[in-house]
Antibody
Framework: QVQLQESGPGLVKPSQTLSLTCTVSGGSISSGSYYWSWIRQPAGKGLEWIGR???????NYNPSLKSRVTISVDTSKNQFSLKLSSVTAADTAVYYC????????????WGQGTMVTVSS | QSALTQPASVSGSPGQSITISCTGT?????????VSWYQQHPGKAPKLMIY???NRPSGVSNRFSGSKSGNTASLTISGLQAEDEADYYCSSYTSSSTYVVFGGGTKLTVL
């Protein structure tokens, strides 16, 4: 079955760019029935949708983060990526990648999550 | 402040039923049948329990059910079990530029 795995640095310095990659295994990232999202969760807090990408390359971002976020896809590697620039301590969180079901806007498969701390 | 409003906590005894509410607006919960519910145990990733207001993914117990009335969606868990103790989040499509919104989460305690 399809599985997602996040990877990337666990520690990022303030003002730098956070970069994470999600590798999709057990299925093709190019399926037209789905899109691919990043969602984050600060410690002890709720979920925040960051954005999504379709395999066509079309993207949508949370307006609160839009000026700092870029999501890209590499179908040849079955991966999609997140870049978040000018990070501050407020960006410290567990970052999840997830598969979104297009018709339902539901996230049916999630990665295990990766903790990213912003600190000097 | 989350876009969707959930109670911070609910509790129930084993075997009982509980309901968690999720209140939005006509731009999200009330306007579309794209409400989902997620279960999250400590230190784990969320798990999809309900989509399209009331549909269960394969493998999810039929003790979990969803419904909607106006701008409020609800998740009901019947026959509470100790393993149901977790945080629960609702989400919805929204016609605003946010696209997807989550509730603040509800901590379910099984007494």
């Amino acid at each position: 079955q399809v599985q997602l795995q996040e990877s990337g640095p666990g520690l990022v310095k303030p003002s730098q760019t956070l970069s994470l990659t999600c590798t999709v295994s057990g299925g093709s990232i190019s399926s037209g029935s789905y899109y691919w999202s990043w969602i984050r969760q600060p410690a002890g807090k709720g979920l925040e949708w960051i954005g999504r990408i379709y395999t066509s390359g079309s993207t949508n971002y949370n307006p609160s983060l839009k000026s700092r976020v870029t999501i890209s896809v590499d179908t040849s590697k079955n991966q999609f990526s997140l870049k978040l620039s000018s990070v501050t301590a407020a960006d410290t969180a567990v970052y999840y990648c997830a598969r979104g079901v297009r018709r339902a806007d539901a996230f049916d498969i999630w990665g295990q999550g990766t903790m990213v701390t912003v600190s000097s | 402040q989350s876009a969707l409003t959930q109670p911070a906590s609910v509790s129930g005894s084993p075997g009982q039923s509980i309901t968690i509410s999720c209140t939005g607006t006509s731009s999200d919960v009330g306007g579309y049948n794209y409400v989902s519910w997620y279960q999250q145990h400590p230190g784990k990733a969320p798990k999809l329990m309900i989509y399209d207001v009331s549909n269960r993914p394969s493998g999810v117990s039929n003790r979990f059910s969803g419904s909607k009335s106006g701008n409020t969606a609800s998740l009901t868990i019947s026959g509470l079990q100790a393993e149901d103790e977790a945080d629960y989040y609702c989400s919805s499509y929204t016609s605003s530029s946010t696209y997807v919104v989550f509730g603040g989460g509800t901590k379910l305690t099984v007494l």
